[in-house]
């Protein structure tokens, strides 16, 4: 992922501007009739090409799959699968992609859509309980990694030819454990 | 009713009930019941008819009504049954000829002149409506519906002073039986009040308004009317009160600030410094004080000019870019009139793309951070500015630029759809608006818009698959649905689609359904003349009628008609079916395309064949309606005097539409087939005083006069001709007229491709020579050789019928023009070989 033309990392400049009016955003559901608005983000965010059957399992996982919207445009989105434990009475969650348009990043988008999952997978409504969440980042992608871990995450492998149709191939696990696996 | 003895009496008053109850099943039973014992009874016979024809079988309902009337021509019973046969088939001239007779034999009978005076009101006979509610007023003087008709009546005629008396006379006798105010009787004073100042006499008006006030429910139409009236009296200042007040009532309304600027007497096309000041301060104070009102931030741009116009526009443009006001573009370019307005907004926002690329502000103070939309905002403005001044190129790159910035903005993919429009690339515009579908698939408006583009590229079968998505799924025929709820554009661009593609008889069949839909609407208003003096909605009833009046002369209609009496004029001149597409071909390449025709056309019949078994089929499980039998509107085709069908088109234009040009031009070539010499000169006098200088009407004229020179005519004739012909031809002989034609489009400075087309018919036409054909081409090459002065007219339309008129000459050089037309817009795929 290219880096944002400018860089707003400051914390005086994210402070007034998301207090400022003309800085809205807000989370949306991902519905059959905006699923191509995802599709399109995919597209120009990663390399990977998701077959059909991805987003029609995408329509199914509820609150683990969201869009954000900036100023009433779609400018990204986090798919997430469920994945049952076997012998488990408790389930994992696999980020699949998460990602904001390059023009929006550093505005706090991505961690609201993370923060968005977190929250849902710890929620107390949400059967069976999420025991952990996990994802596969690229090797050198250092931005991905910081993000990642100022959330809490932790790399806990490296996979090897994770990624056979890359130059890069090798790509690092990271997960963040909520429930304590029995 | 007579002669009948006294059971078959009572049965036959039974049936008259029945069909007041609308048991018609019931009725009929009676009526042959009768029939049995007297099958000469004229009355019953008319009545088994009448029933006949509410059950839908029409002919069955004329053949008793008629044989009803054979045996008793005297009853008024029959002639009022005939007129509600006649009626309920909308044809309302008929049924009032009916009536009348009905009238005549029973001079009296209450419920015959309720119904006529309705017909009348239908086909606008407003002296006849009068004279007809001014009986029923004295039958029953109690009745107030029929008093207010007879106002409406008067007023509409245009007669306001004797609606007035009739109005005031009517409140002075009620006045007392009605005390308590309520929506009707607030309804009568508002329109009492119309009628008063339809007189012009806003004085007295304006007293009325105030007396009536307390009374009147509608608060709002009484500060409006008396705003008005204040101004039309040139009492200012209290006219400036009361158009501040409705603006603190509805900042957002255009109308009340011109009111406004009228009463401060600042509302000249141009303003003078001193004025222009005044009317800029005035909106600062506005602003300040409705800060939420658009209106009072964009009408400054109209009238502020200069260094203030750039000032303001400022302003205005970076609030709208922050926020990301998609239609903000076309809320400017209403300003681009003003070439200097274009000039400076687009010297602004090329500064804001600058200055948003390198600082992400919209100048380079760097106070503000403007959000990452702003520059996305930016660059849509632009493509549009540029597809608006024709330049498709920049236009092209600014919104793929944005695109490639924010890939997820549905309109940006329809923007770069309009941009490829424009540049006549009909494929790829599609293929980008249905990228814009695909974001958002229950966005109705551009599920339709992108049906409309695949029309355009001709892909009928995609679009109509498409359009289906938003229409009923119950139905057998879900195409229908769109006839159903009267979808014009559908209907419009489908039809046009065929034609390209040399489909007549389908193009014809929605020709049609267009014009039966707008019969609808005229037949709708019949069910008003009755309801609307009974509740009272005066105002909205004179407008509905007013609407009503000018109802064909919509652009929808006019573009229907145009096309059907072209199609319909080129079947009399083609009977054998030759197309366009056939024009300077050999026999036998014709004879080729033909039996490809012919089989494409079989093929589809046997498709429509099978479909219709399977729609049948699946008709009797679930869905409603019925399935097309004629998709392919062969019966169109086939049509004995395809003028007549041309004419029933034109007949509504010329009612309604006098006045548009292209309504005599038409009238013109209808008329001039059927060899109705005065008819056609009359519509060139028309043409000739709305635009003399109408590019057609040129060609018409030519040929008008080489017709008039050869064919026989008869001197009575003639003469009316020749005490024309100085207007017309200004007494110069053809090949000096039209070189005066050409001249003109030689010395202006803005020449025009139409005018081209036109003089190069003319010129081949008066000399079917070589040279005579050599003369038209050069014409028509004028175009490409005066590139600044054809630029501007030289549209893909244009060049396109340059292109079909060189072929219709088999001219050799069609390729030439064709090679040059593809430089001029490499991305249409018009002229792509």
Same mark, same amino acid.
């Given at each position: 992922?290219?880096?944002?033309?400018?860089?707003?990392?400051? =914390?005086?400049?994210?402070?007034?501007?998301?207090?400022?009016?003309?800085?809205?955003?807000?989370?949306?559901?991902?519905?059959?009739?905006?699923?191509?608005?995802?599709?399109?983000?995919?597209?120009?965010?990663?390399?990977?090409?998701?077959?059909?059957?991805?987003?029609?399992?995408?329509?199914?996982?509820?609150?683990?799959?969201?869009?954000?919207?900036?100023?009433?445009?779609?400018?990204?989105?986090? /798919?997430?699968?469920?994945?049952?434990?076997?012998?488990?009475?408790?389930?994992?969650?696999?980020?699949?992609?998460?990602?904001?348009?390059?023009?929006?990043?550093?505005?706090?988008?991505?961690?609201?859509?993370?923060?968005? &999952?977190?929250?849902?997978?710890?929620?107390?409504?949400?059967?069976?309980?999420?025991?952990?969440?996990?994802?596969?980042?690229?090797?050198?992608?250092?931005?991905?990694?910081?993000? $990642?871990?100022?959330?809490?995450?932790?790399?806990?492998?490296? /996979?090897?030819?994770?990624?056979?149709?890359?130059?890069?191939?090798?790509?690092?696990?990271?997960?963040?454990?909520? #429930?304590?696996?029995? | 009713?007579?002669?009948?003895?006294?059971?078959?009496?009572?049965?036959?008053?039974?049936?008259?009930?029945?069909?007041?109850?609308?048991?018609?099943?019931?009725?009929?039973?009676?009526?042959?019941?009768?029939?049995?014992?007297?099958?000469?009874?004229?009355?019953?016979?008319?009545?088994?008819?009448?029933?006949?024809?509410?059950?839908?079988?029409?002919?069955?309902?004329?053949?008793?009504?008629?044989?009803?009337?054979?045996?008793?021509?005297?009853?008024? #019973? /029959?002639?009022?049954?005939?007129?509600?046969?006649?009626?309920?088939?909308?044809?309302?001239?008929?049924?009032?000829?009916?009536?009348?007779?009905?009238?005549?034999?029973?001079?009296?009978?209450?419920?015959?002149?309720?119904?006529?005076?309705?017909?009348?009101?239908?086909?606008?006979?407003?002296?006849?409506?009068?004279?007809?509610?001014?009986?029923?007023?004295?039958?029953?003087?109690?009745?107030?519906?029929?008093?207010?008709?007879?106002?409406?009546?008067?007023?509409?005629?245009?007669?306001?002073?004797?609606?007035?008396?009739?109005?005031?006379? $009517?409140?002075?006798?009620?006045?007392?039986?009605?005390?308590?105010?309520?929506?009707?009787?607030?309804?009568?004073?508002? $329109?009492?009040?119309?009628?008063?100042?339809?007189?012009? *006499?806003?004085?007295?008006?304006?007293?009325?308004?105030?007396?009536?006030?307390?009374?009147?429910?509608?608060?709002?139409?009484?500060?409006?009317?008396?705003?008005?009236?204040?101004?039309?009296?040139?009492?200012?200042?209290?006219?400036?009160?009361?158009?501040?007040?409705?603006?603190?009532?509805?900042?957002?309304?255009?109308?009340?600030?011109?009111?406004?600027?009228?009463?401060?007497?600042?509302?000249?096309?141009?303003?003078?410094?001193?004025?222009?000041?005044? !009317?800029?301060?005035?909106?600062?104070?506005?602003?300040?004080?409705?800060?939420?009102?658009? #209106?009072?931030?964009?009408?400054?741009?109209?009238?502020?000019?200069?260094?203030?116009?750039?000032?303001?526009?400022?302003?205005?443009?970076?609030?709208?870019?922050?926020?990301?006001?998609?239609?903000?573009?076309?809320?400017?370019?209403?300003?681009?009139? *003003?070439?200097?307005?274009?000039?400076?907004?687009?010297?602004?926002?090329?500064?804001?793309?600058?200055?948003?690329?390198?600082?992400?502000?919209?100048?380079?103070?760097?106070?503000?951070?403007?959000?990452?939309?702003?520059?996305?905002?930016?660059?849509?403005?632009?493509?549009?500015?540029?597809?608006?001044?024709?330049?498709?190129?920049?236009?092209?790159?600014?919104?793929?630029?944005?695109?490639?910035?924010?890939?997820?903005?549905?309109?940006?993919?329809?923007?770069?759809?309009?941009?490829?429009?424009?540049?006549?690339?009909?494929?790829? @515009?599609?293929?980008?608006?249905?990228?814009?579908?695909?974001?958002?698939?229950?966005?109705?408006?551009?599920?339709?818009?992108?049906?409309? $583009?695949?029309?355009?590229?001709?892909?009928?079968?995609?679009?109509?698959?498409?359009?289906?998505?938003?229409?009923?799924?119950?139905?057998? %025929?879900?195409?229908?649905?769109?006839?159903?709820?009267?979808?014009?554009?559908?209907?419009?661009?489908?039809?046009? =689609?065929?034609?390209?593609?040399?489909?007549?008889?389908?193009?014809?069949?929605?020709?049609?359904?267009?014009?039966?839909?707008?019969?609808?609407?005229?037949?709708?208003?019949?069910?008003?003349?009755?309801? /609307?003096?009974?509740?009272?909605?005066?105002?909205?009833?004179?407008?509905?009628?007013?609407?009503?009046?000018?109802?064909?002369?919509?652009?929808?209609?006019?573009?229907? @008609?145009?096309?059907?009496?072209?199609?319909?004029?080129?079947?009399?001149?083609?009977?054998?079916? %030759?197309?366009?597409?056939?024009?300077?071909?050999?026999?036998?390449?014709?004879?080729?395309?033909?039996?490809?025709?012919?089989?494409?056309?079989?093929?589809?019949?046997?498709?429509?064949?099978?479909?219709?078994?399977?729609?049948?089929?699946?008709?009797?499980?679930?869905?409603?309606?019925?399935?097309?039998?004629?998709?392919?509107?062969?019966?169109?085709?086939?049509?004995?005097?395809?003028?007549?069908?041309?004419?029933?088109?034109?007949?509504?234009?010329?009612?309604?539409?006098?006045?548009?040009?292209?309504?005599?031009?038409?009238?013109?070539?209808?008329?001039?087939?059927?060899?109705?010499?005065?008819?056609?000169?009359?519509?060139?006098?028309?043409?000739?005083?709305?635009?003399?200088?109408?590019?057609?009407?040129?060609?018409?004229?030519?040929?008008?006069?080489?017709?008039?020179?050869?064919?026989? &005519?008869?001197?009575?004739?003639?003469? #009316?001709?020749?005490?024309?012909?100085?207007?017309?031809?200004?007494?110069?002989?053809? @090949?000096?007229?039209?070189?005066?034609?050409?001249?003109?489009?030689?010395?202006?400075? !803005?020449?025009?491709?139409?005018?081209?087309?036109?003089?190069?018919?003319?010129?081949?036409?008066? %000399?079917?020579?070589?040279?005579?054909?050599?003369?038209?081409?050069?014409?028509?090459?004028?175009?490409?050789?005066?590139?600044?002065?054809?630029?501007?007219?030289?549209?893909?339309?244009? !060049?396109?019928?340059?292109?079909?008129?060189?072929?219709?000459?088999?001219?050799?050089?069609?390729?030439?023009?064709?090679?040059?037309?593809? @430089?001029?817009?490499?991305?249409?795929?018009?002229?792509?070989?």
């Amino acid at each position: 992922m290219t880096p944002p033309a400018i860089n707003m990392s400051s =914390s005086t400049t994210t402070t007034t501007l998301k207090n400022n009016a003309a800085f809205r955003m807000s989370l949306g559901d991902i519905t059959p009739n905006n699923v191509g608005q995802l599709k399109r983000l995919n597209v120009v965010l990663f390399p990977v090409a998701y077959a059909p059957s991805f987003y029609k399992e995408i329509l199914e996982v509820g609150e683990f799959a969201k869009i954000i919207y900036f100023n009433d445009v779609c400018v990204g989105g986090v /798919c997430c699968r469920k994945e049952t434990v076997a012998g488990s009475a408790t389930q994992n969650l696999y980020i699949a992609t998460l990602g904001v348009l390059a023009p929006y990043r550093r505005l706090g988008l991505g961690s609201k859509l993370l923060n968005h &999952i977190l929250e849902t997978a710890t929620e107390a409504s949400t059967t069976p309980k999420v025991s952990k969440i996990y994802l596969h980042v690229q090797f050198g992608n250092e931005e991905a990694l910081e993000f $990642y871990k100022k959330h809490g995450f932790e790399v806990v492998e490296k /996979c090897e030819n994770y990624y056979p149709q890359f130059e890069v191939k090798d790509a690092y696990k990271l997960e963040k454990v909520l #429930v304590a696996s029995n | 009713m007579r002669d009948l003895p006294q059971k078959e009496g009572n049965l036959f008053k039974q049936i008259l009930k029945c069909y007041e109850l609308r048991q018609y099943k019931k009725g009929l039973k009676g009526a042959e019941q009768i029939l049995k014992k007297f099958p000469e009874h004229g009355e019953t016979l008319a009545m088994k008819g009448l029933f006949y024809s509410h059950l839908d079988k029409k002919e069955e309902a004329y053949d008793f009504v008629k044989k009803g009337l054979r045996y008793d021509l005297k009853s008024h #019973v /029959c002639w009022h049954v005939f007129g509600l046969v006649y009626r309920a088939d909308k044809n309302y001239e008929e049924a009032l000829k009916c009536y009348s007779q009905a009238l005549r034999i029973d001079k009296d009978n209450f419920q015959i002149l309720r119904d006529f005076a309705n017909l009348q009101m239908q086909l606008r006979n407003f002296e006849g409506y009068v004279e007809t509610v001014h009986r029923l007023v004295d039958m029953q003087p109690q009745n107030r519906q029929f008093w207010i008709g007879l106002s409406l009546g008067y007023h509409l005629m245009g007669k306001p002073d004797s609606s007035l008396k009739v109005l005031t006379t $009517y409140e002075e006798a009620m006045a007392e039986a009605n005390s308590k105010p309520d929506y009707e009787q607030s309804e009568l004073l508002l $329109y009492h009040n119309v009628v008063l100042s339809d007189m012009g *006499d806003h004085e007295a008006a304006l007293e009325h308004l105030n007396s009536i006030e307390k009374i009147v429910l509608d608060k709002k139409a009484i500060k409006e009317q008396r705003a008005k009236f204040y101004l039309a009296l040139g009492r200012l200042e209290e006219a400036e009160t009361a158009y501040r007040s409705l603006i603190a009532h509805n900042p957002d309304n255009f109308a009340y600030f011109d009111g406004l600027l009228k009463s401060l007497g600042l509302s000249a096309d141009k303003l003078s410094d001193e004025d222009q000041t005044k !009317v800029l301060d005035l909106f600062k104070d506005l602003k300040k004080e409705y800060p939420r009102s658009n #209106v009072a931030k964009r009408l400054p741009l109209r009238f502020a000019t200069g260094e203030r116009f750039s000032k303001i526009a400022d302003e205005y443009l970076r609030t709208m870019l922050r926020k990301g006001v998609p239609s903000l573009f076309v809320n400017i370019k209403t300003l681009y009139t *003003d070439r200097e307005k274009e000039q400076a907004i687009e010297t602004l926002m090329l500064g804001y793309l600058a200055h948003l690329h390198k600082s992400q502000g919209f100048d380079n103070s760097g106070a503000v951070v403007e959000p990452p939309t702003a520059i996305l905002w930016t660059r849509y403005f632009l493509a549009q500015h540029y597809d608006f001044k024709g330049d498709s190129d920049e236009a092209l790159k600014l919104i793929n630029k944005a695109i490639e910035h924010t890939p997820t903005l549905v309109e940006l993919y329809m923007t770069k759809g309009r941009i490829l429009k424009h540049a006549g690339d009909y494929v790829s @515009a599609m293929e980008a608006v249905n990228e814009a579908r695909e974001l958002d698939l229950q966005d109705r408006f551009i599920n339709s818009k992108c049906t409309k $583009y695949m029309l355009r590229a001709d892909k009928v079968a995609e679009a109509e698959k498409t359009i289906i998505l938003f229409s009923r799924a119950d139905i057998a %025929d879900p195409l229908n649905d769109l006839v159903e709820m009267q979808a014009y554009w559908f209907l419009i661009e489908s039809a046009e =689609s065929h034609l390209r593609q040399g489909q007549t008889g389908r193009a014809l069949k929605r020709f049609h359904q267009i014009e039966k839909m707008f019969g609808d609407f005229a037949d709708d208003q019949f069910d008003f003349h009755a309801y /609307c003096p009974r509740k009272m909605t005066l105002r909205a009833y004179v407008k509905l009628l007013k609407l009503e009046d000018q109802l064909y002369s919509h652009p929808y209609y006019l573009r229907a @008609a145009q096309s059907a009496i072209r199609c319909y004029v080129s079947l009399f001149d083609k009977p054998d079916g %030759d197309s366009d597409e056939m024009e300077g071909m050999t026999e036998s390449e014709k004879k080729k395309l033909r039996s490809k025709q012919r089989k494409a056309e079989l093929k589809a019949q046997k498709d429509a064949e099978e479909n219709k078994k399977k729609a049948v089929a699946v008709q009797d499980t679930t869905k409603k309606g019925k399935v097309d039998e004629d998709p392919e509107g062969l019966k169109y085709l086939k049509i004995e005097d395809p003028l007549a069908e041309a004419l029933k088109f034109l007949r509504h234009l010329e009612a309604l539409a006098s006045d548009r040009i292209e309504t005599q031009l038409l009238a013109f070539e209808v008329y001039f087939r059927k060899n109705k010499m005065l008819l056609a000169l009359k519509a060139l006098l028309k043409a000739h005083k709305i635009d003399a200088s109408n590019a057609t009407l040129h060609e018409q004229l030519v040929r008008f006069s080489l017709a008039v020179r050869k064919s026989e &005519i008869k001197p009575s004739t003639k003469t #009316v001709i020749d005490k024309h012909w100085e207007t017309l031809y200004h007494g110069q002989d053809l @090949a000096t007229f039209t070189g005066a034609f050409l001249k003109q489009q030689k010395d202006s400075a !803005v020449g025009s491709v139409p005018h081209l087309i036109s003089a190069a018919i003319a010129a081949s036409l008066m %000399d079917s020579s070589k040279a005579g054909k050599e003369t038209a081409e050069e014409i028509l090459f004028l175009m490409a050789k005066e590139e600044a002065k054809f630029g501007k007219s030289r549209s893909v339309e244009n !060049v396109q019928v340059a292109i079909k008129t060189l072929k219709s000459f088999k001219s050799a050089r069609t390729q030439e023009l064709k090679a040059q037309a593809a @430089a001029w817009f490499p991305r249409a795929t018009a002229f792509q070989v």
